[in-house]
């Protein structure tokens, strides 16, 4: 199994990355650019007896490691 | 304690690149210091004579660097390292009152470990983190001197023999940005305060509390580091190796502190 695990930031964190990205692109004539905001997606190939256990233990992987919940929501999308 | 039974080890893993230096500031106070690769403590991959326990040293300092790469986040990869392998070992340190600096990436590992803030005296280490450093502001790497006005009032084993009010550490980091969670940034700042826990806040040349470029990451209260509720644990983000050597040396009093109260215990 394949899954995207999404990271973006909480509303209401500053996102300088995103925000400096949009300043950029607005630069570069995109005159449209509403927003830009920063995601980060780590794709996990994971073995798994079913799609829930799999998720279970990907939500403990974002606990313990890839998310800071202090700052980041975290969203899981199956590829396959 | 005498100066000659004090074992201090330097912390490191990939990407760490302060530890010489960190290493070389300790040993001019004439104590033991060695920088040592975290797998030490738990590869079997190791030789015997190099093999080590966080019982063989009574001082831990995580140094600057890019440990893993900020992979992930900066601090995360060393912190969860330590938490799989050795979370036991550091808190009974903790416990035991043995001081642990963090130095900018080590201060990101302290909290990525949730080792700092570190409100809860019976569990040195929370199970999650409770705060972040967060990109700069300025989204870039923000290198050169900062100003730092020493607020602590005697918690701190750190910094009780810094006399000066205002101090000079150069930063060097992209991800310094003390956040608390949202809605609780009183709560955590009053806290902080009520506790003796402010060590270090950002200034201008007048010492009063500046935005950027004083503030060089934007930095919540101002904060530049702070200690935990027992005091021997530090974090922060300026690095005081770095003004060690004539001509700027305020970094001295605080590892000469830390040795000090080494040596009443």
């Known amino acids: ?21 949009k300043k950029a692109l607005r630069l570069l004539g995109f005159k449209n650019v509403k927003s830009v905001s920063s995601r980060k997606v780590f794709r996990i190939e994971i073995d798994a007896r079913s799609r829930d256990s799999a998720e279970r233990e990907i939500k403990q992987m974002c606990e313990k490691l890839l ?10 999308r199956w590829v396959e | 304690m005498d100066r000659d039974e004090i074992r201090v080890a330097v912390l490191r893993i990939e990407g760490t690149n302060c530890e010489d230096e960190t290493v070389k500031a300790f040993r001019e106070f004439g104590v033991f210091c060695e920088s040592v690769h975290l797998k030490q403590f738990y590869s079997d991959m190791i030789r015997d004579k190099e093999q080590r326990t966080f019982t063989d040293y009574n001082c831990l300092v995580f140094p600057g660097g890019f440990s893993a790469g900020d ?13 799989s392998v050795l979370q036991n070992d550091l808190e009974d340190f903790i416990k035991q009152g043995y001081p642990i600096l963090g130095i900018c990436n080590g201060f990101q590992v302290l909290v990525e470990l949730g080792a700092l803030p570190g409100f809860d005296e019976d569990r040195p280490i929370a199970e999650k983190p409770e705060m972040v450093l967060g990109i700069n502001d300025s989204n870039r790497f923000e290198c050169r001197p900062s100003l730092l006005k020493h607020e602590n009032r005697g918690k701190c084993i750190f910094t009780r023999k810094l006399e000066k009010d205002v101090v000079m550490f150069p930063v060097a980091h992209a991800e310094g940005k003390v956040i608390f969670p949202k809605g609780k940034e009183k709560e955590y700042i009053d806290g902080l ?35 935990n509720i027992t005091g021997n644990v530090l974090g922060l983000m300026p690095h005081p190796e770095r003004a060690f050597w004539y001509p700027n040396t305020d970094g001295r009093a605080v590892i000469e502190s830390a040795l000090d109260y080494l040596g009443r215990i």
């Open chain 2, 193 to 227: 305060v009520q506790n003796d826990q402010i060590v270090f806040r950002y200034v201008d040349t007048k010492g009063s509390y500046a935005g950027y470029p004083w503030n060089p990451n934007g930095s919540t209260y101002n904060i530049a580091g702070i200690c």
């Open chain 2, 71 to 83: 992979y992930v986040r900066a601090g995360a990869i060393f912190s969860a390292r330590l938490k």
């Open chain 1, 1 to 21: 199994m394949i899954a995207d695990v999404y990271i973006e930031l909480k509303e209401g964190v500053a996102d300088p990355e995103g925000e400096a990205t």
């Open chain 1, 67 to 76: 998310i800071n919940p202090v700052i980041q929501n975290y969203q899981i």
